[in-house]
């Protein structure tokens, strides 16, 4: 078993205005070990994604996660960025990736 999110990733700008790592920004689907903790979803998602695409500053970034029935995911705990790493399963880029609509 296992777990699946959908993530939005947005760069953030700089108060100068710079982008930082604007590649990373766009539609993932994030699998996740069955033994997540419930309390700490949406970080380990986002954390799947940096691994994946060797990104070391999560800081630059806004990202918005819901689960496979279109759900927001709210963290009740917030680890430090990569705390949660060793859950990630995969981290895919994807055109849409848009839950599914029940």
């Known amino acids: 078993m296992s777990i699946k999110l959908f993530l939005k990733v ?5 108060p100068q205005g710079e982008v930082c790592n604007a590649s990373l920004g766009g539609d993932y689907v994030v699998t996740l070990r069955a033994d997540t903790p ?3 979803l949406a970080s380990a998602a986002f ?3 940096l691994k994946f695409y060797q990104v070391n500053n999560g800081e ?4 918005n996660a819901r689960d496979d029935k279109g759900r927001i995911v709210l963290d009740t705990e917030l680890p430090d ?4 790493a060793e859950y990630a399963l995969d981290a895919k880029r994807l055109d849409s990736a848009a839950p ?3």
């Not at 630059?60 to 990202?63: G, S």
């Not at 960025?81 to 949660?84: L, R, S, T």
């Open 38 to 40: 419930p309390s700490c």
């Open 60 to 63: 630059d970034f806004n990202v």
């Open 47 to 49: 954390d799947a994604v």
């Open 10 to 14: 947005r760069p953030k700008a700089s």
């Open 81 to 84: 960025y990569g705390a949660m």
């Open 100 to 102: 599914p609509v029940s």
